[in-house]
């Protein structure tokens, strides 16, 4: 998807922050001040990007999209166009797994217009908890999505999937066919992040550095051990406790074929201010740090004979 963006209204969509990062001197970058109108977005039927590397690493950044399709935009709240539900700045904290050699794929589109780490069925992957919708109807602090109230229809539901959903899910499952074919092991690397106080979704403060693997289901018993032997100090850390891998987590895990996944909710205290959602670049460095012993980590441990 070519952006086309007038120069004097970059402004506009990009804080003078992002612009300035070595990542989006490096890469196309999505907005972080204002939604992308799709009327910028070209013709292109693209929905997400994918940045080839060399390494037997893929992570994936489902919740990282900031755009709204303009004809989905104008049904929703003032509020909600504002996507404050983002995983902000991955692409900014994860510049290290570039430069190193993973690969990496992130959506063009809001969680808000279709969340793609959801099944294509909407059956909920923590039974009895109160969850977002495939296509979901309220913000995390529950208020609403679209005017009046309303919810998306089965109809416009299956449009999203076999427009936004679909195609991301084959570029995962293409990444990690020919990284299969490559390599013995390979690890899908789910980056997310979160607020660390949403009391729709868990009680208190959410510790810093929360690891899922579907309870030791979703990788190799390798994976598991360096894990529970990670110190993630000074943060706060736990694994399969309130988040414990979502679908992609979940789906793409193939023990005969050697692919192992690994979700990682990361608290958004540790890099930004939270009341602003403005990038704080000396907590991210600092955090920046333990990410990048986690990766190489990972990496050492699919690499070891």
Same mark, same amino acid.
């Given at each position: ?111 808000? &217009?279709?969340?793609?780490? !959801?099944? =294509?069925?909407?059956?909920?992957? $923590?039974?009895? *908890?109160?969850?977002?919708? @495939? ?19 089965? &109809?416009?539901?299956?449009? !999203?999937? =076999?427009?936004?959903?679909?195609? $991301?899910?084959? *570029?995962?499952?293409?990444? @990690? ?19 660390? &106080? ?108």
């Amino acid at each position: 998807m070519e952006l086309v963006i007038n120069q004097a209204a970059v402004g506009q969509y990009y804080s003078e922050f992002l612009l300035q990062t070595e990542v989006a001197r490096n890469w196309p970058v999505l907005p972080d001040r204002e939604v992308l109108p799709s009327t910028a977005a070209g013709t292109s039927e693209e929905s997400f990007r994918y940045f080839p590397g060399h390494l037997p690493i893929l992570l994936s950044m489902p919740h990282n999209g900031t755009c709204i399709p303009n004809d989905i935009a104008t049904t929703m709240t003032t509020q909600a166009r504002q996507v404050r539900d983002t995983d902000w700045f991955l692409q900014v904290l994860y510049d290290f797994a570039l430069k190193m050699g993973c690969h990496v794929i992130t959506p063009l589109y809001s969680r808000y &217009v279709i969340d793609l780490n !959801r099944p =294509e069925t909407d059956e909920s992957l $923590y039974p009895g *908890a109160n969850v977002t919708e @495939l296509c979901p109807s309220t913000q995390f602090d529950l208020k609403p999505i679209y005017q009046h109230g309303g919810t998306v229809s089965k &109809v416009e539901q299956q449009r !999203r999937v =076999e427009r936004y959903w679909r195609p $991301y899910h084959q *570029a995962l499952q293409q990444t @990690l066919d020919a990284l299969a074919s490559q390599h013995e092991q390979v690890l899908l690397f789910e980056a997310h992040s979160i607020a660390s &106080v949403v009391p729709r979704f868990f009680s208190g403060q959410l510790s810093d550095f929360n690891f899922g693997t579907n309870d030791g289901a979703s990788c190799t018993a390798a994976i598991s051990d360096f894990l529970a032997q990670f110190s993630a100090e000074p943060y706060s850390q736990v694994c399969n406790g309130r988040f414990k891998g979502g679908y992609i987590t979940r789906a793409y895990h193939d023990a005969t074929r050697g692919i192992s996944s690994v979700q990682l909710e990361l608290s958004q205290r540790t890099y930004l201010d939270e009341k602003t959602a403005r990038y704080d670049s000396k907590a991210a460095a600092a955090v920046q740090k333990v990410l990048q012993n986690l990766i190489v980590g990972l990496l050492e441990t699919i690499q070891a004979k």
